[in-house]
C-alpha cells in the first residue's frame, strides 16, 4: 500500500511541477524574446540566429525558476490532497507521516540534483553556445541598419544615417562614417573614411548598399583630405560585425574551467584573471551552481509542515501561512546572500552551513510536532 501512496504522491507533485515550470517559463521567455527583438531590429542578425539564440536562453531560465517550481508545486500538491480529504483517509489508515516527510525529503534530493545539473553543466554549456552563435553571424538584414532620420551606430566604427526613406524602398541622402576600417574596400587607413550619396537601395542580396551621385572623402596619414566622386558605388556590407557582447562572462565558462582558474589563476587562460574582484566573482559563480541547490531540501522539510492536522482553524490557518512565507524567505536570502558568498572564505562556509544545518533542526521539529499532534 504504501508504494501506491508514495507513486501517487510522486505523479502528483511531478505534473504540478511539470505544470508550473514550463508555463512560467513560458511567459519569462516570451517576454526575454521580445527584448531579443534588438539583435534583429538594431544589429541586423538574421532572423534564425535571433530564434536560436532565444531558444539557447530557456535552461538559463529553467535554472533560475527550479526552486520556486518546486516550492509552489508542492504546496499545491500538499493542498490539493487535503482538500480532496485524500490525507485524512492516509492518517486514519495508519500511514505515519514522517514516511511521508522522507518521501518530500527524497523528491527534494533529486529536485536538487537535477538543478546542479543545468547550473554546472546544462546552462554554462548553452549560454557560452548562445555566444558563439552571436560571435559567428554576419550581418544579413542590411536594411536593419538604414533607418529613417537615425543614426544607427550598432556595428563597432560605423555610423549610418538617411534622410528620408522611400515608398519604393529606396533612400534619399545617405551619410556613412567609417571609423574602424569597417568597410575595408574603402578605407584602408588607420583615417577611415566618409560617404556622402544623394541616394541608394540596399541590392536584392541584402548583402550590399548601392548608392548613387555622391563622394567619398578620406583623410591620409599627412591630414590630407582627398575626395572621390562617383555616379554609381556598390558597398559590400556582408562582412560587418555588431557591437554585440561577443566575449563569454562568467556565468557562460565551464564549471571545469572555473575551478581552474580559482586554483592556478592562470590570466593566460581564456576568461580568468588573477585580480581579486574577479576571483570574487568566480566564486559567488560557483556558489551559485553548487550552493543554492542545498536550500530546496530544507524547503521540501519547511514545507512538510503543511502535512499538519490540527482541528484548531487558527492553528491550521497560522500553519497554511507562516510556513509557505518561511520556505519563500529562504529562496530569496539564499538569493541575497549568495551574492556575498564570495567576498571570503568564512562567508562561502555561512552559506553552505546554513542549509546544511537547518536540515536535522527541521526534520526534529517535525518529528517533535507529528508524535505529540492530536489527531483524534
Given at each position: 500500500?504504501?508504494?501506491?501512496?508514495?507513486?501517487?504522491?510522486?505523479?502528483?507533485?511531478?505534473?504540478?511541477?511539470?505544470?508550473?515550470?514550463?508555463?512560467?517559463?513560458?511567459?519569462?521567455?516570451?517576454?526575454?524574446?521580445?527584448?531579443?527583438?534588438?539583435?534583429?531590429?538594431?544589429?541586423?542578425?538574421?532572423?534564425?540566429?535571433?530564434?536560436?539564440?532565444?531558444?539557447?536562453?530557456?535552461?538559463?531560465?529553467?535554472?533560475?525558476?527550479?526552486?520556486?517550481?518546486?516550492?509552489?508545486?508542492?504546496?499545491?500538491t500538499?493542498?490539493?490532497?487535503?482538500?480532496?480529504?485524500?490525507?485524512?483517509?492516509?492518517?486514519?489508515?495508519?500511514?505515519?507521516?514522517?514516511?511521508?516527510?522522507?518521501?518530500?525529503?527524497?523528491?527534494?534530493?533529486?529536485?536538487?540534483?537535477?538543478?546542479?545539473?543545468?547550473?554546472?553543466?546544462?546552462?554554462?554549456?548553452?549560454?557560452?553556445?548562445?555566444?558563439?552563435?552571436?560571435?559567428?553571424?554576419?550581418?544579413?538584414?542590411?536594411?536593419?541598419?538604414?533607418?529613417?532620420?537615425?543614426?544607427?551606430?550598432?556595428?563597432?566604427?560605423l555610423?549610418?544615417?538617411?534622410?528620408?526613406?522611400?515608398?519604393?524602398?529606396?533612400?534619399?541622402?545617405?551619410?556613412?562614417?567609417d571609423?574602424?576600417?569597417?568597410?575595408?574596400?574603402?578605407?584602408?587607413?588607420?583615417?577611415?573614411?566618409t560617404?556622402?550619396?544623394?541616394?541608394?537601395?540596399?541590392?536584392?542580396?541584402?548583402?550590399?548598399?548601392?548608392?548613387?551621385?555622391?563622394?567619398?572623402?578620406?583623410?591620409?596619414?599627412?591630414?590630407?583630405?582627398?575626395?572621390?566622386?562617383?555616379?554609381?558605388?556598390?558597398?559590400?556590407?556582408?562582412?560587418?560585425?555588431?557591437?554585440?557582447?561577443?566575449?563569454?562572462?562568467?556565468?557562460?565558462?565551464?564549471?571545469?574551467d572555473i575551478?581552474?582558474?580559482?586554483?592556478?589563476?592562470?590570466?593566460?587562460?581564456?576568461?580568468?584573471?588573477?585580480?581579486?574582484?574577479?576571483?570574487?566573482?568566480?566564486?559567488?559563480?560557483?556558489?551559485?551552481?553548487?550552493?543554492?541547490?542545498?536550500?530546496?531540501?530544507?524547503?521540501?522539510?519547511?514545507?512538510?509542515?503543511?502535512?499538519?492536522?490540527?482541528?484548531?482553524?487558527?492553528?491550521?490557518?497560522y500553519?497554511?501561512?507562516?510556513?509557505?512565507?518561511?520556505?519563500?524567505?529562504?529562496?530569496?536570502?539564499?538569493?541575497?546572500?549568495v551574492?556575498?558568498?564570495?567576498?571570503?572564505?568564512?562567508?562561502?562556509?555561512?552559506?553552505?552551513?546554513?542549509?546544511?544545518?537547518?536540515?536535522?533542526?527541521?526534520?526534529?521539529?517535525?518529528?517533535?510536532?507529528?508524535?505529540?499532534?492530536?489527531?483524534?
Amino acid at each position: 500500500m504504501n508504494n501506491r501512496v508514495y507513486k501517487y504522491f510522486f505523479y502528483e507533485f511531478l505534473r504540478y511541477f511539470l505544470i508550473v515550470l514550463f508555463a512560467i517559463c513560458a511567459i519569462l521567455w516570451t517576454i526575454q524574446a521580445v527584448n531579443f527583438l534588438d539583435l534583429v531590429t538594431e544589429d541586423g542578425h538574421a532572423f534564425g540566429i535571433y530564434t536560436f539564440y532565444s531558444f539557447l536562453l530557456i535552461p538559463k531560465i529553467i535554472t533560475k525558476l527550479i526552486p520556486f517550481a518546486f516550492l509552489i508545486s508542492l504546496m499545491i500538491t500538499i493542498n490539493k490532497l487535503e482538500k480532496d480529504n485524500e490525507l485524512i483517509a492516509l492518517w486514519t489508515s495508519g500511514l505515519n507521516k514522517i514516511y511521508i516527510v522522507h518521501l518530500i525529503f527524497k523528491i527534494s534530493l533529486f529536485i536538487a540534483m537535477i538543478q546542479i545539473l543545468f547550473t554546472a553543466f546544462i546552462t554554462p554549456e548553452t549560454l557560452n553556445t548562445s555566444r558563439s552563435v552571436l560571435k559567428n553571424s554576419q550581418l544579413q538584414f542590411i536594411p536593419s541598419l538604414l533607418k529613417e532620420k537615425v543614426f544607427n551606430d550598432s556595428v563597432k566604427g560605423l555610423t549610418i544615417f538617411v534622410e528620408r526613406k522611400n515608398t519604393d524602398g529606396s533612400f534619399k541622402n545617405i551619410f556613412i562614417e567609417d571609423e574602424g576600417k569597417a568597410l575595408t574596400a574603402i578605407s584602408t587607413d588607420e583615417s577611415g573614411s566618409t560617404i556622402f550619396a544623394k541616394s541608394g537601395y540596399v541590392a536584392s542580396d541584402d548583402k550590399s548598399l548601392v548608392l548613387y551621385n555622391g563622394s567619398i572623402q578620406k583623410n591620409n596619414l599627412e591630414k590630407e583630405i582627398s575626395i572621390v566622386r562617383f555616379e554609381k558605388t556598390v558597398i559590400d556590407l556582408s562582412a560587418l560585425s555588431t557591437k554585440t557582447i561577443t566575449a563569454p562572462k562568467i556565468q557562460e565558462t565551464s564549471s571545469k574551467d572555473i575551478f581552474i582558474c580559482i586554483k592556478t589563476k592562470d590570466q593566460n587562460k581564456n576568461n580568468c584573471n588573477a585580480e581579486l574582484d574577479f576571483q570574487k566573482d568566480l566564486m559567488i559563480e560557483v556558489n551559485k551552481r553548487f550552493g543554492t541547490p542545498f536550500y530546496i531540501p530544507v524547503i521540501g522539510l519547511i514545507i512538510s509542515f503543511l502535512l499538519s492536522t490540527r482541528k484548531d482553524k487558527k492553528i491550521s490557518l497560522y500553519n497554511k501561512n507562516i510556513f509557505p512565507a518561511l520556505s519563500f524567505a529562504m529562496l530569496v536570502c539564499s538569493e541575497i546572500s549568495v551574492r556575498y558568498s564570495g567576498f571570503s572564505l568564512n562567508n562561502t562556509l555561512i552559506y553552505y552551513i546554513i542549509p546544511i544545518g537547518m536540515l536535522p533542526l527541521t526534520y526534529l521539529l517535525l518529528v517533535r510536532t507529528f508524535k505529540y499532534e492530536n489527531l483524534n
